[in-house]
């Protein structure tokens, strides 16, 4: 038998975003959109039996978290316990690792995969991303391609969405140095006197 969900949308600095619950933890959440509509409708269409009620104090906490992250402070989100009972198993492993990655880093489907224990299922680990319930919590944005490319990302605004979170957790997607970082002096030649 399933369990019961609840459902809430709350507001973010980068568009409104959906959450979904059980007694058993957080059972999904929404990457921010614009459009609140479209978002409300794509929500209740995923949770057709959910009802729409205020947040309980623990996932009202995990909102005001989510809205921290993204406004730019740092918080892993990692020991945020998720309702997975409706996730594969590889998925659930996947989803673990990508849990790991701290605000700002970022790493590579092939990464992941090794960790796993086999390198030939870096595709595996970007559909099981895909997929991903849990974005944000899970943050499948901080999982790039090999070499620093962005690889796909299925979230309404596309991989633009993935760039502005990496963007407000000052990520680097690649290894040119940033505007901000203090590059090695080189003493000038001395002029004889």
Known sequence: MKKPLSYSFFQTAIGTCGIAWSADGIAGVSLPEDEED???????????KAKECAPPPGVARTIERIQALLRGESDDLSDIL????????????????????????????????????????????????GRNPFP??????????????????????GVQTKFRML???????????????????????????
């Open 38 to 48: 479209r978002l409300r409708s794509r929500f209740i269409a995923r949770y057709p």
């Open 82 to 129: 998720l309702d997975e009972a409706a996730v594969p198993g590889f998925n659930k492993r996947v989803y673990d690792v990508a849990r790991r990655i701290s605000p700002g880093a970022t790493r590579t489907y092939g990464e992941i995969a090794r960790e796993l224990g086999d390198p030939l299922l870096a595709r595996e680990v970007g559909r099981a991303l």
């Open 136 to 157: 944000i919590i899970v943050p499948c944005h901080r999982v790039l391609a090999a070499n620093g490319k962005t690889g796909g990302f299925s979230a309404t605004g």
């Open 167 to 193: 963007a407000i957790e000052r990520a680097r997607i690649d290894n040119a140095p940033s505007l901000f970082e203090e590059l090695p002096l080189v003493a000038a030649p001395r002029r004889p006197h």
